[in-house]
C-alpha cells in the first residue's frame, strides 16, 4: 500500500515521524515500546505536545481544532503514533465524548469543554456498561430523574477505564420507561467529583489497575450538562459507530509488536547460542502475522478511503475483528520470545507502575499478553462483529 502513498502523503509521514522523534521524550516512547503502563501525567504531556502540533483532534471541525487532512493523511498520522511508541491520543476524549459535543452539544458546552478535552485538561472516562447491559447496551438501567434544574442520578458503571484518573464521566443514562428500550435514554456528562458519585477499582489479569465500577447514589447533576435532546441518547452513542475508522485496525501498533518479536527472536536467549527464528514453526507464526498485517494494512487504507456510512459499518467489523486478533497473535509471539521465563516471572500484582519500571525490560511482555485478551471484548465484542458481518455481508438472518 505504501507504494501507493503520493508524493505529498510520503513527505507528510516523514513531517510526521520527525515531529514525534524529535518532541516526544524519550522515557515516554520507551515505555510505550515496551507496553509498561504510564502515569497519568505522562500521557497528558504526550497529548499536549500532539496537540501543540495539531496531531491530537485532526478529524474535529476546524473551528475546534481540526484539519482539512484527507482521510488517507490522518491514517497516516495514526500510524505513525503507534509506530514510534507514541502514546495515543486519549480515544475517550478525542474519539468518543469531543465529536459528540461538537455534533450535538449546546455552544456553552463546546466552549467549556472541547479546547481542555482536545488537550486533555479534561480528563473523561466512558460510562456506558453496566452489569446487564454490555454487549445488549440498550438495556441499561441507570436512571436520571429530571427534578427542575438538575437530574437525581441512580445507578452503577462498570468496567469504566480509567475512572479512577479522570475528572468527568460521559454517561448513558435512562431518563423515561419507553416500549422500546433503545428510546428514553439520553447523554449525560458528570463530574466525577459530584457527591453521590464513587469510583471503586477492579485489578485486571494484566496486574494492573486500569479498570473500575462506579457506583451514583442520589448524585445531583445540573441539567445544563445534557447533551443534546432528552431521550436521543442512544442516537448519539450510535453517531459514533464508524465515525473515525482511521486508526481502528491498528495497524501500527502491530507492527510495532512484530517488529519487536522477530528483533526479540533474533537474540539468543540465555545460554542458547541458537535464536528463537532457526525454529521453522516459530518463523512460520511470525512471517504468517507480517502477511497478515500487510493484509491489514491494505483493507485499512481501502476502509479509509470509502465513503463513511450510517450506524454499524460491517467494514469498521472486519477492522476491529481481525486488528484485535493480530494484535494478540502478535502479543503470543512475543511471550514465545521470553521462553520458559514467562511462565516463572509473574507479574508485579497490586504495585504501581513507577515500580514496575525498575523490572526487566521485558516483563512487560507478560502483562502485555493478558492485557491482550481485551481487544476481542471491548468496543463491541468479536461475536457481535461477526454478528453485523454475518447480517450485512452475508445476509444471513434477514428476510429475503
Ligand atoms: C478492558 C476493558 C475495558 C473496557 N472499558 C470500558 C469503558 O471504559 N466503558 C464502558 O462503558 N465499557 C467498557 N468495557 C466494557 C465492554 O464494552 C463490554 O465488556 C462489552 O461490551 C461486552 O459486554 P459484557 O462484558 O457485558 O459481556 P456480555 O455482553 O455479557 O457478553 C458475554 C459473551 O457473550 C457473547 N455474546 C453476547 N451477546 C451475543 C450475541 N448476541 N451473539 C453472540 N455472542 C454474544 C459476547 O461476545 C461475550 O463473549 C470494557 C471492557 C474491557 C474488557
Known sequence: MELQFNEGERAFREEVRAFLLDNIPERIRQAVYEERPLPRDWMIEAQQILNSAGYAVPHWPIEWGGRVWSPVKRAIL???????????????????????????????????????????????????????????LASLKMSAIREG???????????????????????LVRTSREERKQQGI???LIDLETPGVEVSPIQSIDGFHHLNEVQFDDAIVPAENLVGEEGKGWDYARYLLGQERTSMGNVGFSRRRLERSRALAGEAAGERSETLLGDADFLRRQTWAEIRLKALEITQMRVVASAPVQGADPKTSILKTEGGELLQEAADLLLDTMGPEALTAGFPAGIGPEEFYGIDERSGILSAYFSSRKYSIFGGSNEIQRNILAGSVLRLGRKR
Open 78 to 136: 495514526a500510524q505513525e503514533i503507534d509506530r514510534n511508541s507514541v502514546p495515543k491520543p486519549l480515544p475517550f476524549n478525542v474519539t468518543l465524548i469531543g465529536p459528540i459535543i461538537a455534533a450535538f452539544g449546546t455552544e456553552d458546552q463546546k466552549q467549556r469543554f472541547l479546547p481542555g478535552i482536545a488537550n486533555l485538561d479534561i480528563w473523561f472516562c466512558q460510562g456506558f456498561s453496566e452489569p446487564n447491559a454490555g454487549s445488549d
Open 149 to 171: 434544574d438538575h437530574y437525581r442520578v441512580n445507578g452503577r458503571k462498570i468496567w469504566t477505564t480509567y475512572a479512577h484518573e479522570a475528572d468527568w464521566i460521559f454517561c
Open 186 to 188: 439520553s447523554f449525560l
